[in-house]
């Protein structure tokens, strides 16, 4: 136990651990741990090397983890079979979109909820906070609002813009900007008034600067929501030729043309941005939260 010597963080501390109800207690822990991270890893792992296999192979008895090679060349083949590059550029789109109007706009109102504070802003925080808790039937009259919006009688599926719309709309994250933007001082607000700057600039040029741990923490939760995001493409984009990589992997998911080892593969490829991303990001997804400065 020569590792723990110098442990001071944690429920259990190098003192603790020089008992051996603790050790036990503590190797417990550790085991069940390496148990939960096996069943999350082995199936990302059989995916990945599934996709290099035959059909053969994956159909094989008794079955192989390896695959007998790899050869990374059927990639762009299985890729250009189903345009899935296609899939890749319009998730690209809708994450674009999304974050812009995420930041802009949830950023904006969370501002003036905290800072200007408008008569009825009160109740303006009150309804934003119960439109969390409208169940999904919410869906249905949304989804008829963009089949044929009102008063301008334009229907609206088949583009990004619905999508975009609702990540400027997110409730959530109106709140996390919201009690992030109350705990600036309001000194640097009244000395920038004073100087005769207005409430645009007020914002664009102070608040923004002083709050880019909040905009990287809804950043990377509008990024990974969009990516992630299937069923508002399905519905307004199943059906064109925009549809994202999680719409994309269920159409071919049914198509008789697909082998199982290159749905696998296309699996896999959908998984490594996200993936990709978690790891860079990783501290600040986990602290998320706590870095947003919630307090009620």
């Given amino acids: 136990m020569k590792g723990f010597n110098d442990k001071t963080t944690g429920l259990i501390n190098f003192s603790d651990l020089k008992h051996l109800r603790f050790k036990i207690l503590y190797w417990s822990i550790f085991a069940v741990l390496v148990i939960i991270t096996a069943v999350e890893v082995v199936p990302i792992i059989w995916i990945a090397l599934s996709g290099f296999k035959t059909t053969a192979e994956m159909f094989s008895t008794p079955p192989t983890l390896l695959p007998k090679s790899i050869d990374f060349s059927i990639i762009p083949k299985v890729c250009s079979k189903v345009n899935f590059v296609n899939a890749f550029i319009n998730s690209g789109i809708i994450i674009v979109g999304c974050w812009a109007f995420d930041?802009?706009?949830n950023g904006i109102l969370g501002y003036v909820l905290s800072r200007i504070k408008p008569c009825g802003s009160k109740i303006v925080s009150t309804l934003i906070f119960w439109s969390m808790l409208l169940p999904g039937v919410s869906?249905?009259?949304?989804?008829?609002?963009?089949?044929?919006?009102?008063?301008?009688?334009?229907?609206?599926?088949?583009?990004?813009?619905?999508?975009?719309?609702?990540?400027?709309?997110?409730?959530?994250?109106?709140?996390?900007?919201?009690?992030?933007?109350?705990?600036?001082?309001?000194s640097y607000l009244e000395a920038a008034r004073m100087d005769g700057c207005s409430e645009i600039v007020i914002f664009l040029r102070i608040i923004i600067p002083l709050s880019k741990p909040i905009i990287?923490?809804?950043?990377?939760?509008?990024?990974?929501?969009?990516?992630?995001?299937?069923?508002?493409?399905?519905?307004?984009?199943?059906?064109?030729?925009?549809?994202?990589?999680?719409?994309?992997?269920?159409?071919?998911?049914?198509?008789?043309?697909?082998?199982?080892?290159?749905?696998?593969?296309?699996?896999?490829?959908?998984?490594?941005?996200?993936?990709?991303?978690?790891?860079?990001?990783s501290k600040n997804i986990m602290g998320g939260l706590n870095m947003s400065g919630i307090k009620g």
């Avoid at 583009?159 to 994250?173: V, Y």
């Fill in 103 to 105: 930041i802009f706009m």
């Fill in 139 to 186: 869906m249905v009259p949304l989804f008829i609002t963009f089949v044929d919006v009102p008063f301008l009688h334009i229907n609206m599926t088949g583009s990004f813009l619905p999508i975009w719309m609702m990540a400027g709309c997110n409730a959530f994250n109106v709140l996390l900007f919201r009690n992030f933007f109350n705990g600036i001082p309001m």
């Fill in 216 to 281: 990287a923490v809804v950043s990377i939760f509008s990024v990974t929501g969009s990516w992630a995001n299937f069923l508002w493409p399905y519905l307004l984009l199943g059906s064109t030729n925009f549809e994202p990589v999680a719409v994309k992997l269920y159409q071919i998911s049914v198509d008789a043309n697909i082998q199982e080892n290159e749905f696998m593969l296309l699996t896999m490829l959908s998984i490594i941005p996200p993936g990709i991303m978690y790891c860079f990001f």
